[in-house]
């Protein structure tokens, strides 16, 4: 055992029953070294395909997603917990995903032209090198994807450490990237501690590093590749802001609200975890939200009938009953939920918090699990002072009838996305992000094809 090898294995356990679902044993020094000789050596072959031929790939990408789809699904279910028929829509996200930047993508990469008084002088898009991506384990193959597909498109190779307990679901999407005929080294996968970590980020042959994590990963990964002089993209936590005013539809907020809580039992980073409410609707708003909370089917996440899932770590449901018994205790009231459920899963019961302030946990920190906050706003003015405040800035749903209204609200807001009468959801057509500790850097869209390029300046004849 050498120092990247502290601990032996990671681990996977079925959150639903507590049950072992695989055991991998973590990489050696040597075999670190060997995945980060294929990723190099892969990167000098295919950074001089054509972008059309990088393009071919992700289409056969998304045909082989599709082929294993289901296997794919079932490991996400078992590994995380992730209700089935969520764990089956990544898996086709993920697929019309390759699809969408196999048609537009290569577009983003054409040289600009630039005018110049003397010779012609135009942008060239190049690639870094392989790219360091750490993940996390609440969408496994989608927020892997997301950065791999139109980062590799750019010409990189990716080099993939995941989540320890989502280790199958990496395995399984390098299976994908191998049928659809990516070389060897294209797409690599390291199953490393944090030493091996940060071994690879000071190693010469990475050339850049992405997480999507917490903050507090954020930081440690931040600082290690700015001392290693490494560009980095980091997409961490967030407290998102649901506004909604007394002219909104309120159905069409309520169904938003419980989706954009509650999918993925509550652990998506840019979920609506502050429920702000005006006050001329909050009682109506509340009555109705708490009504479509009860009515949600939370049990074995293996049923397509089953909506909330048990939480992926039994660690993490610990932290959330801690938040939300702290911020009763600070004077919020408890309307659903507010426990785990008994027995060997990792479930806790979907929960609605009420009369909560901004002095309160629930509002200051994420909480990341099925626990919706409702905060009163005395006005629209007090709705967006509260929303801006937070240490967070990732983004933000705003309910409104009034477009020129949301249009002030929304140059307003502190956030990296704004969707209006919609929860937040991340696209391939717009970039996705945040600011404030929620971290820099944008995936998606063109800023996710260019984020690890060299934007190389290309002066021809120049007199």
């Known amino acids: 055992m050498n120092a990247i090898t502290q601990q032996t294995h990671a681990l996977s356990i079925n959150p639903a029953n507590g049950e072992t679902v695989g055991s991998y044993p973590y990489e050696t020094e040597a075999q670190l070294d060997a995945a980060l000789n294929r990723a190099t050596g892969a990167f000098r072959t ?47 996200k993920c697929a019309q995903l390759s699809e969408w930047y196999a048609a537009h993508g290569p577009a983003m990469l054409a040289p600009e032209s630039t005018l110049v008084d003397n010779g012609s002088a135009q942008i060239e898009y190049r690639p870094l090198g392989p790219i360091l991506a750490v993940m996390p384990w609440n969408f496994p193959v989608w927020q892997v994807l997301r950065g791999a597909v139109p980062t590799m498109l750019a010409g990189n190779t990716y080099v993939l450490k995941h989540a320890p307990n989502v280790m199958g679901s990496a395995y399984l999407m390098k299976a994908a990237f191998q049928k659809a005929g ?57 407290s998102d802001p649901f506004i909604v005013l007394n002219d909104a539809d309120l159905d069409a907020a309520v169904q938003a609200a419980v989706i954009g809580r509650f999918q993925n039992s509550g652990q998506v980073c840019a979920a609506a975890k502050r429920l702000i409410i005006e006050d001329g609707v909050v009682e109506a708003f509340t009555a109705k939200f708490l009504e479509a909370s009860r009515a949600l089917v939370m049990g074995d ?56 302030t ?23 003015d007090h709705a967006v002072a509260l929303a801006n405040d937070s240490e967070f800035g990732l983004t933000a749903s705003l309910f ?36 404030k500790k929620s971290g820099f850097g944008r995936e998606l869209s063109h800023f996710g094809v260019r984020e690890f390029c060299n934007a190389q300046t290309v002066w021809l004849d120049r007199k």
């Open 46 to 92: 295919w950074r001089c395909q054509p972008v059309s031929q990088r393009a071919e790939r992700l289409l056969a990408l998304a045909s082989a997603l599709r082929d294993q789809a289901e296997d794919m699904a079932q490991m996400i279910t078992l590994e995380m917990g992730k209700p089935i028929a969520q764990a089956r829509a990544e898996i086709e």
């Open 182 to 238: 990516f070389a060897d080294g294209l797409f690599e996968v390291i199953n490393v501690t944090q030493d091996g970590v940060s071994t690879a980020i000071a190693d010469p042959r990475i050339a850049a590093v992405t997480l999507t994590g917490s903050v507090r990963a954020g930081m440690a990964i931040g600082s290690q590749a700015g001392a290693a002089l490494k560009k980095c993209v980091l997409e961490l936590g967030g």
């Open 301 to 356: 996440p293996t049923l397509t009938s089953t909506y909330v899932g048990p939480m992926a770590r039994f660690d993490l449901r610990d932290e959330l009953h801690g938040q939300v018994q702290a911020t009763l205790d600070e004077g919020a009231s408890l309307l659903l939920g507010g426990h785990k459920v008994p027995g060997a899963g990792n479930y806790y019961a979907p929960t609605v918090l009420a009369n909560v």
């Open 358 to 380: 901004d002095q309160m946990t629930s509002f200051k920190q994420e909480l990341f699990g099925p626990v919706a906050s409702i905060i009163t706003a005395r006005d629209a």
């Open 400 to 435: 409104t009838t009034d477009s020129a209204k949301a249009r002030d609200i929304a140059n307003q807001l502190e956030t990296g996305g704004i969707f209006v009468n919609a929860f937040s959801v991340s696209d391939p057509r717009v970039a996705f992000g945040g600011i």
